[in-house]
């Protein structure tokens, strides 16, 4: 897809590796619309992308992506204000950590691993499905008759979570479970659907952790031996966008880590 003047959603633009696929995107002249919970937040980095793009492509909403009608009224705002939708980047996510049992044997609440399954995975899923039936109404585009597409977060944990990451693991193993079929559901509509799989990326998420937490994830990563750049993930996220030929697929960018248990 050209993405020159194109309208991409960007969940959890705020912060991390969303607020850095804006910057991405921004450069590339794609209007933008983010979506976060941190209302303060997504008005800053909405201001910093106007100095780039201008104020009338850039939006924000207050958006929570769990709740049906806080997307809906998102998704409205943004057809209201750019009058279509191409591009959705899935970022908004949680990573709480908490073993099955704690130290005193207690089981983990059921409610802390069902927020992290609402979040991360059920959230994703939410933004996705009134993304694409707004995408299913643009006019094809370019030689592949492209409608839109759908990039989503998962992690390496959906694959190697560690100790403490059940609920984290199980959400990100939801998304890249959900990658195919949903590209399949949305192939006759031209509307591509993938999912980058990061490692361990400098964002406040991460940066928030323990050092000595930080320093040992780094000492798996296999080259560059280093915290994964929220600009190289912009960078991934802006290539899926414009190539035609990226579909059903989940993609690591990791450094080469295979996590360890701990
Ligand atoms: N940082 C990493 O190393 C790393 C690695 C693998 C995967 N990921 C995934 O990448 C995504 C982005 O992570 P990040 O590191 O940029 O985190 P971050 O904390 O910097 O940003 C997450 C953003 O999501 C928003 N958010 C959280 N819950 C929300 C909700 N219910 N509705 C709307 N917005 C919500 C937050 O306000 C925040 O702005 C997450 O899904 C995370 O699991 C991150």
New binding site residues.
Partial sequence: MQLNDKVAIV?????????ATCTQLADQGVKLAI????EK?AKQAAAELSETLGSDKVTYAL????DEESVASGVSHVLETFGAIHMLVN?????PAGKVLNRDGDALALSAFSQVIN??LI?SFNVARLAAEAMAKNEPMGEAGERGVIIN?????AYEGQMGQAA?AAS?GGIVGMTLPMARDLAKLGIRVNTV?????G????LSMPEKVQEGLVAGIQFPKRL?L?SEFGDLVAHICSNAYINGETIRLDGGIRMQPR
Wanted: charged share 10%.
């Fill in positions: 969940t959890g633009g705020a912060s991390g590796l969303g607020r979506f976060d919970l941190d937040a958006v929570n992506v769990v970022c908004a996510g949680i990573a979040v991360n959230g977060t998962a992690s390496v944990a984290y990100k799989a990061p490692g361990i990326m964002t406040p998420m991460l994964g929220p």
